[in-house]
């Protein structure tokens, strides 16, 4: 059986996409996507350099434009804090009394939680909203008047 050097570039590319799904690495993607262009150069006659040059040239290119594309993205809150990870977060609750230290008890879901004063200033009795969530703990600010 006699392989083509097109067939060389489309298994390298299948083998490309296999690690990148038991690894997640979504950057071999873009490096199977330079294997499929020496593929295509492949088929179009082009010579083994000019092969080289459009894996090089297409996986290079998608994945600089892969990397400068994350890098420009806007990084998501961390996960205490993230409303898309914690539904907790954006809540309100009513504070009765505050402790000396910033801590309280509050009720929230039918259950007697934990909280601290997460806001500027002192803080104070009245409608306050969860800013986050550590543990069993919830991280409170005073809402703002309507």
């Given at each position: 059986?006699?392989f083509?050097?097109?067939?060389m570039w489309?298994v390298a590319a299948?083998?490309?996409?296999a690690?990148?799904?038991l690894t997640?690495?979504?950057y071999l993607?873009?490096?199977?996507?330079?294997c499929t262009a020496?593929?295509?150069a492949?088929?179009?006659?082009?010579g083994f350099?000019?092969q080289?040059?459009?894996a090089?040239v297409?996986?290079?290119g998608?994945?600089?434009?892969w990397h400068?594309?994350?890098?420009?993205?806007?990084?998501?809150a961390?996960?205490e804090?993230?409303?898309?990870?914690?539904l907790?977060?954006?809540?309100r609750?009513t504070?009765?009394?505050w402790g000396?230290?910033?801590r309280?008890?509050?009720?929230?879901?039918?259950?007697?939680?934990?909280?601290?004063h997460?806001?500027p200033?002192?803080?104070?009795?009245?409608?306050?909203?969860?800013?986050?969530?550590h543990?069993?703990?919830?991280d409170?600010?005073a809402?703002?008047?309507a």
């Amino acid at each position: 059986m006699d392989f083509s050097a097109s067939t060389m570039w489309w298994v390298a590319a299948g083998l490309l996409v296999a690690a990148e799904l038991l690894t997640g690495t979504f950057y071999l993607l873009m490096l199977a996507l330079g294997c499929t262009a020496a593929a295509v150069a492949a088929h179009a006659g082009a010579g083994f350099t000019a092969q080289i040059i459009a894996a090089a040239v297409v996986g290079g290119g998608a994945t600089a434009a892969w990397h400068v594309r994350r890098a420009r993205a806007p990084r998501s809150a961390p996960a205490e804090s993230n409303r898309d990870v914690n539904l907790d977060i954006g809540q309100r609750v009513t504070v009765d009394t505050w402790g000396a230290d910033g801590r309280t008890r509050v009720h929230y879901r039918g259950a007697a939680w934990s909280a601290r004063h997460a806001g500027p200033g002192a803080p104070a009795p009245g409608e306050h909203e969860i800013v986050s969530v550590h543990g069993n703990e919830l991280d409170l600010v005073a809402t703002r008047a309507a």
